[in-house]
């Protein structure tokens, strides 16, 4: 690698590591399109990277950031913001002790009966009873509101299927009859974050059972990750058939139970390498956000603009005097389509139907 | 045209009269030099497609439009068959008693009952400008379709083989940022964000496009139109609107942005009513 290209990488680096995507691809971009340009020019270098290595105005300030830093010499302030990140894992790591998975307050309830149960708080049943719930939350009807897809089939109304109309009538030598046809709909995809943190520790079993009747339904079109201090793929695990196997195989891949939120970064992350586009999004916590708010409030700006709407399901909001007031629930109000209970078996049923015909 | 550099560009495009900054000509250079599409992105009313046009316009090629919008298909941006036509013909040759299908099929699918939409119309026209206006109102699996098109500029109709373009268009998308855009297809093209342009930058502008524009009007309005866009409204005014404004009040004989004929004349800057409202309750309008 001769010498332009080497710094040139290493920008792309420095800028990576301050959250920008200058990935390779783009990295070669900006190459080819130096060879355009004076090299010796620092206004045409800082534009080549810049219509080159970003990717929306939220990357313009790092950029100008990484710039100055990198092309001022001073590269070792740069790649300390690399480093912050495992750093913040492992203080994440020593706060909040969490509370175990169950709050110690059985509920004095002897009746078993399911119609008593399906609007009880998942948190205060006892264990025998959360069974009982666990195991009907497994038979929820999977209903998914579907959407229209590209393809078409051929159906008796709808639009004139030209294609086939012309088709028939060469095979036939004469037009005979005219073809419809109309768009297929495929399920919309449901992506779901899961707070694990302590303070949802009573319920985290329940939200998992309910992933899992969401991903055994429409397997191809349903995401979920589990949300703590870091951000962890469990779809796979969830396809088990069995919800127990499932949830077994989700607690050996989860690496922070009852640690505390940082969602904001957790989305963020998300956002950097996947896409919700088009999705229902559901995130389930309480909203005690460890992060910083604001950074929450902007990642779920960009989340809303993406998916096909935001449903932030909160086991306190079953409560009538329930006020959205922690910082996190706070900063992400205004970006959310709606906010719903999650205590409860009928509260995931309505949940549930909501799905069906979002 | 061989444009050596971004100044060059700047030069080419001011006698346009479309004023660029550095940053913005560089991103039109590139896009010229390396064949790559130019993403801008930006409020509407910065100028996006006002370069497109200009960029046309100065390198004497035809600009081909394609409007985005929720829906959009294959068929409405590449090609289409000519159903009414291809019917005629098959009722022609039926009537003449031709029965050979596969001599019936060669002339149904003949070029000539193609209807070029505006992507194969790009491809096909040399120069040619692509704009493609608005893509964040396309659904996004129109994007994924768009790449695959502005990648290597080729096209396969089925029935008629592959049409590729000689030299690719020059392919502006613009997006207002209603939506965030696949990254696979910012990635393909060089992306610019686009400012509301500076004080003094709108004041060129102001001068640059409206002949009868004097300086004190140009500035009192740049000033006022600056003032706008830090008041939370609906729609702040883009640069558009700015030139919309001052033509009205040219209109009126207005030397002076005097409050009486800014208040009459408001109507050309804001196009919401509780934004009027507001300036006008605000008493943004008096200069000082």
Known sequence: MDELAATMTGFARTLRAAGVAADHERTQNLLRALDHLDVCDPG????????????????????????AAYFGGRKAAL??????????????????GGTGDDDGTPAAATASRIEVLRHRDVAR???????????????????????????????????????????????????????????TTRPRTVVMFVDVSGSMAPYAETLLRFAHALVRSEPRATRVYSAGTRLTPITAELRHRDP???????????????????????LKEYLARFSARGAIVLIASD???????????????????????????????????????TGGMRAALPYLDDLVAGHSLAAFEQLSERLAHA | MDIESPEKLIELLDRHAYLADEGLATAAFLALRMGRPLFLEGEAGVGKTELAKTLAALLKAPLI?????????????????????????????EAAGITDVSRLEGEIYDRRFLIARPLLKAIETQPSVLLVDEIDRADDEFEAFLLEVLSDFTISIPELGTVRARTPPVVVVTSNRTREVH?????????????????????????????????TLAMQVARAAERLRQADLVKPPGVAETLDWTEALLTLGAKELDPGRAAATLGAALKYREDVA???????LSHG
């Open chain 2, 183 to 215: 990254d696979a297809l910012k990635r393909r093209c060089l992306y610019h964000w686009l400012e509301h342009p500076d004080f003094d930058r709108e004041v060129a502008i102001l001068l640059r496009r409206l002949p009868g524009c004097t300086e």
């Open chain 2, 278 to 284: 507001a300036v006008i309750g605000n008493g943004l």
């Open chain 2, 65 to 93: 439009r394609l409007q985005c919008y929720e829906g959009l298909d294959a068929a409405q941006a590449l090609y289409d068959w000519d159903f009414a036509r291809q019917l005629l013909h098959l009722k022609a040759a």
């Open chain 1, 125 to 183: 049943l006892t264990e025998a009873e959360r069974a009982e719930v666990h195991r009907m939350m497994a038979l929820l009807k999977g209903g998914r509101a579907r959407r229209r897809s590209r393809r078409f089939e051929s159906a008796h109304r709808g639009d004139l299927d030209q294609r086939r109309t012309i088709r028939d009538a060469l095979r036939k030598g004469e037009v005979a009859r005219l073809r419809h046809r109309r768009h």
């Open chain 1, 44 to 67: 045409e270098v800082y534009w080549a990277g810049r219509l080159t290595l970003c990717a929306g105005p939220d990357d313009l300030p790092r950029y100008d950031r990484c710039f």
């Open chain 1, 287 to 325: 909203g005690w956000e460890r992060g910083d708010p604001e950074l929450l409030g902007t990642q779920l700006a960009r989340l809303a603009r993406q998916a096909y709407r935001v449903i932030w399901v909160n086991p306190h909001k079953g409560y009538a005097d329930y006020q959205p007031l």
């Open chain 1, 244 to 266: 127990g196997t499932a949830l077994n195989e989700v607690s050996k891949v989860i690496p922070d139970w009852s640690g505390g939120t940082r969602l904001g970064e957790e």
């Open chain 1, 79 to 96: 790649q300390r913001t690399a480093t912050t990140s495992v750093t913040r894992h492992l203080a994440e790591r020593q706060g909040d």
